[in-house]
């Protein structure tokens, strides 16, 4: 019963076009509610996870993606989902602005002449654990011990950001949805 509440409302909170989302979400983080601790806890973890995982992970896109021909940067790739958005509000951070120009399926208007402009911790989710055939066979081919912490940390991070989700659900069903 209690799971099924909490579906009912995400599927709720998800009916929002991602505009009304984010200023939802940041009117619960603007709240002061001491319920927001977990949500920052986790959001704080995941920041550092990303941050830790940087290295390995650009160790290899700079290999493999640098002499891809088929860059699979679009703009459709950059769109936050509501979980990117409580994450990095949460932090007391901003996502990046999108300009006008473009349509989905151009090369997405954050890639740069050296990769992606956005930090790692701040692209949107999928951009981040992103990894088609050839970089994940780089990281395979990488040192074992390596390369089993870093999908250790890709669990762990996983189970981070959804306890950090099930929390902004908790705390939305706790109290009145802010006007
Ligand atoms: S992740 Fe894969 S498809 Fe995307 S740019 Fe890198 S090598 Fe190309
Ligand atoms: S990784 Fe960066 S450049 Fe690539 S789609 Fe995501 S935001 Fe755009």
């Known amino acids: 019963m209690k799971n099924s509440k909490k579906a009912l409302k995400i599927d709720y909170l998800k009916d929002m076009d991602l505009g009304n989302f984010r200023s939802y979400t940041e009117a619960v983080c603007n709240s002061n509610s001491n319920d927001l601790y977990r949500i920052r ?7 550092q996870f ?6 390995f992970i650009q160790k290899h896109t700079e290999a493999v993606c640098a002499v891809c021909t088929g860059v699979c940067c679009m703009n459709k790739h950059a769109y936050y989902e ?10 007391g951070l ?62 762990e991070m996983t189970r981070k950001r959804k306890d950090m989700l099930n929390a902004f659900i908790e705390l939305v069903q706790k109290n009145k949805q802010p006007t």
Not at 41 to 47: D, G, M, P, V, W
């Open 94 to 155: 901003e996502t990046p602005v999108f300009g006008n120009s473009g349509v989905d399926s151009d090369p997405c208007q954050f890639m740069g002449s050296h990769g992606c402009t956005v930090s790692r911790p701040l692209r949107p989710y999928r951009c981040t654990w992103f990894f088609c055939t050839p970089l994940l066979a780089s990281m395979h081919n990488d040192s074992a011990v390596v390369y089993r912490k870093f999908i250790g940390s890709l669990e």
């Open 82 to 91: 509501h979980e990117d958005i409580i994450y990095i509000l949460s932090l």
């Open 50 to 55: 990303i941050k830790m995982a940087d290295p």
């Open 41 to 47: 806890k986790r959001a704080r973890e995941l920041f």
